[in-house]
């Protein structure tokens, strides 16, 4: 079962952030369609999508997209409308709105199941609506003076509604397809570039390691190890706050084989502050982009953390998605999918330790412990025995 939410993807999420002040108001069929691929960051197409709302005057507080079984699943279709049933109790919305994208054969099984489960739970649902080749239907409206059989005609595009989102810089992108496009790896002559930079910059780490084997405080040299990494990648943060970027391969190269080390991952991440949110998203993407099999998954989880922090919940999604595919047990991103899975805020994104408290969590290890974390040949990408992923556990 795939699942998105506000802003986003393949796990509930709350809708985009726009600009402060920007009130749309969506106060009929067509005007709520114009505005849901806003909310989502793309055009939906055999999905359903769920928008909680709450008082006053209903304003929408998360919207979440599944995929339709395809073909039909009761089972799956029961799954789909307890889970959306159920972020919406954890977040204490009373009401809903309901849109199915896509042949009714698909959509009616979904639509059905979250009736029953919506009116189970005593959640208000203002309408369910079905949209196929530029119509919809209505599922609680039987007047055919207003909601005729053969369905409304309707352009969101045109509406008001989506102009105002415009407006407000929440883009819509044709499809999910097209913003997975925006970090999928480089080719061609790139790609090469980055395979051999990354080589390089696995050797010069191999070089150092074979140098601390020979020393009596194993723990020690590889603190002093993960001082390079930490230094090359703060620094990179910095050139991206102040506007700059990579100026070569090996850059890159070396900052994914940096955050490898934890201590460097969660030090990067505990400086994710959103002030500085779209310097972060510029970075991470640059070295997802170009990062090597077996080093992407660090990078691309602090790319999810920051598109979740900012409200770009597709973003998200699919940067976890290449985050576990490059490393299916990787902590970082799971605890992320299950966060954003269970429909968290972007609010609710906050930095888990300051980097202060991440070196000090660090340097509380012993070196037995310590060589756990660091880089190796037989590297797992696993937690440390001494040390915990940063919590989000309270903000679920």
């Not at 084997?213 to 040299?221: C, E």
């Not at 991470?284 to 992407?296: K, L």
Request: glycine letters at 8%; one cysteine or more; aromatic letters at 4%.
């Amino acid at each position: 079962m795939r699942q998105t939410s506000t802003a986003g993807d393949d796990t509930p999420q709350t809708p985009q952030t726009s600009r402060p002040g920007t009130v749309v108001r969506a106060g009929s069929p067509t005007a709520l369609l114009a505005v849901v691929p806003h909310l989502l960051g793309f055009v939906p197409d055999l999905s359903l999508v769920v928008i909680g709302t709450s008082p006053p005057r209903d304003r929408i507080r998360v919207t979440l997209r599944y995929d339709l079984p395809d073909p039909p699943h009761e089972d799956l279709a029961a799954d789909i409308a307890a889970h959306a049933v159920g972020v919406l109790g954890a977040q204490e919305l009373p009401a809903a709105t309901v849109v199915g994208y896509g042949p009714e054969a698909l959509v009616t099984p979904v639509a059905g199941a979250f009736l029953d489960e919506s009116h189970l739970a005593g959640i208000t649902l203002h309408d369910i609506l079905r949209v196929e080749n530029g119509r919809y239907w209505s599922y609680r409206c039987g007047n055919e003076a207003c909601c005729p059989a053969a369905g409304t005609p309707f352009d969101g595009s045109a509406h008001p509604a989506s102009a105002a989102m415009d407006g407000a810089g929440l883009r819509v992108l044709p499809g999910r397809a097209a913003v997975a496009a925006r970090i999928a790896p480089l080719g061609g002559d790139t790609a090469e570039s980055m395979r051999q930079a990354t080589r390089r910059a696995e050797q010069h780490v191999a070089r150092l390691l074979a140098r601390v084997r020979k020393s009596s405080r194993i723990g020690a040299a590889r603190r002093m190890i993960a001082a390079e990494g930490l230094a090359a990648v703060g620094a990179m943060i910095v050139r991206y706050r102040n506007d700059g970027r990579f100026t070569s391969d090996y850059e890159i190269a070396r900052i994914s084989v940096a955050l490898r080390d934890l201590r460097v991952r969660d030090d990067a991440w505990a400086r994710m502050d959103p002030e500085h949110a779209d310097a972060y998203l510029r970075l991470w993407t640059d070295v997802v982009r170009r990062a090597q099999p077996g080093h992407v998954a660090p990078a691309a989880s602090l790319l999810a953390f920051v598109a979740w922090q900012s409200g770009d919940g597709a973003l998200a999604n699919v940067a976890l998605d290449r985050a576990l595919t490059d490393d299916p047990g990787y902590s970082m991103a799971l605890l992320l999918r299950q966060v954003i899975g269970a429909g968290a805020p972007p609010s609710l994104a906050r930095l888990p330790m300051t980097p202060e408290e991440v070196a000090a969590s660090y340097d509380g290890l012993g070196d037995e412990a310590d060589q756990a974390n660091q880089l190796d040949d037989d590297d797992d990408h696993e937690l440390d025995a001494g040390v915990q992923d940063p919590d989000l556990d309270d903000e679920t």
